[in-house]
Structure formats: C-alpha cells, structure tokens
C-alpha cells in the first residue's frame, strides 16, 4: 500500500464520517460529503463493482438533493395545502438557510407553510396540519440521507476490507467459523 493510497483512505474516511454528522446537522451537505469519502475509497480500489456502486451512489446522492427542495412542497400540496403555503414552504426554506442556519433549515419551512395557510385559509388546526406535513418532509429526508451514507460507508469498508486483506487472514476466519 502507498503512501498516497494510505493518505486517499484517511481523506475519504474524515469525509465519512464527517458526511455522517451532516447527515442529521443541515449545516454539512452529510450526503456529498460521504459520497467524496467513498470516491477516494474508489480510488484507491478500483473494482468494477466498487466504480458501479460508486456511481449508483451518486445518483442516489443526486436525488436526495433534488427530494430536499422537492419534497417539503410535494407533502404540503398532499395535506391539501393551498399555493401560497407551498410558496411559504419554499420562501421559509431559503430564509431559513440564509438567515438562521442551522436551525432555519428546520422552522423555516413549517413556519412559511404555516404563515402561507393561514394566509389562504385563516384556519390555524389546518395550517398546523400543513406545516407538519412540512416538517415530516425534514424528517423523512434526513432518514434518506442517514441511510444512504451508512450504506456508503459500508460499502466503502467492505470494498477496502477486501482489496487489502491478505488471504492468509481469510483462510484463518475460515478455520474460526469452521471449527464452530
């Protein structure tokens, strides 16, 4: 092992892990930034099932992105949200990412849905229901991104794992489990 692959494996695993946090805190893109460590993961072992992971990784990292601006406004119109509370979701996204992060990444959204239904309806138990709605588009989201970047990481080790573990030490898992 080189010492540029040595120095590609602790990148792509501080990119791991940090992508994990980011997973949960919307200040970190959690799902880029996993996706990067499992690149340099890639590289230092090129395997064709490694590369088409790789990549099917990154499309789903590319659709996680997309469900994050998409998703909050599909839920509110599914809680029979007028078009001034999808405005509000998507308005209460951008301020909350411009003015408050992280946390306006959270209250922003359920609070443009809400101000955007009661502007419509004048109805604070319906306006409720649509910011949940809202809020549950967070939720489900962030679960989306834990998932994918703990298969990421998975994969990353298991590729790793196999490329440099010597057969020596297979052949002595073998005998372990063997002998059970």
């Known amino acids: 092992m080189s010492t540029?692959?040595?120095?590609?494996?602790?990148?792509?695993?501080?990119?791991?892990v940090v992508g994990l946090i980011g997973a949960v805190l919307p200040v970190l893109p959690g799902a880029p930034l996993t996706f990067a460590g499992m690149v340099c993961c890639c590289i230092v072992c090129p395997s064709t099932l490694m590369i088409t992971l790789t990549v099917v990784m990154g499309i789903l990292v590319l659709i996680g992105a997309v469900l994050d601006y998409v998703a909050p406004t599909l839920l509110v119109n599914k809680a029979g949200g007028s078009k001034k509370a999808k405005w509000g979701t998507n308005i209460g996204l951008i301020a909350g990412l411009l003015f408050a992060p992280p946390l306006g990444v959270i209250i922003g959204p359920f609070l443009g849905a809400f101000v955007g239904e009661m502007m419509e309806t004048n109805k604070a138990k319906h306006s409720f229901k649509v910011a949940g709605y809202s809020f549950l588009s967070l939720l489900?989201?962030?679960?989306?991104?834990?998932?994918?970047?703990?298969?990421?990481?998975?994969?990353?080790?298991?590729?790793?794992?196999?490329?440099?573990i010597p057969?020596?030490?297979?052949e002595q898992v073998k005998q372990w489990f063997g002998s059970l």
């Open 4 to 16: 540029l692959d040595i120095t590609l494996l602790i990148i792509g695993a501080i990119l791991q």
């Open 140 to 164: 489900l989201g962030t679960l989306f991104k834990l998932l994918l970047c703990f298969a990421m990481i998975v994969i990353s080790i298991l590729c790793v794992g196999v490329h440099y």
């Open 167 to 170: 057969d020596s030490a297979v």
